[in-house]
Nanobody
């Protein structure tokens, strides 16, 4: 439904940083909540962070394992959501996906009715 393209992944040493970007080629980007998810080999896709479509100030949520390390942000003028990842750990290695949803109650709703990008690989070496 919503074309999404992730970028910014790569190989980094433990303790390093990366910034992921997700761009949407739509006119109504500001009408969508956005989220970041990840999937490691052999594991289910898991929630990382979300940011709301709020008009007066976006609200963010984070998975416990990234709090204090990752920051989600958005620039509606650029139709882009970002994930700044700091203090990366080998267990952060995964394909990272961005997703869009018009009105989720929780991040779980993204799996039911969200739009998904193709993902970008993040590999953290020890």
């Amino acid at each position: 439904q919503v074309p999404l393209v992730e970028s910014g992944g790569g190989l980094v040493q433990a303790g390093g940083s990366l910034r992921l970007s997700c761009s949407a080629s739509i006119r109504t980007f500001s009408s969508y909540d956005m989220g970041w998810f990840r999937q490691a080999p052999g594991k289910d896709r898991e929630f990382v962070a979300t940011i709301s479509r709020s008009r007066s100030g976006a609200k963010t949520t984070y998975a416990d394992f990234v709090k204090g390390r990752f920051i989600i942000s958005r620039d509606n003028a650029k139709n882009t959501v970002y994930l700044q990842m700091n203090s990366l750990k080998p267990e952060d290695t995964a394909v990272y996906y961005c997703a869009a949803h018009p009105d989720p109650d929780t991040y779980i709703d993204y799996e039911h009715a969200g739009s998904w990008g193709q993902g970008t690989q993040v590999t953290v070496s020890s």
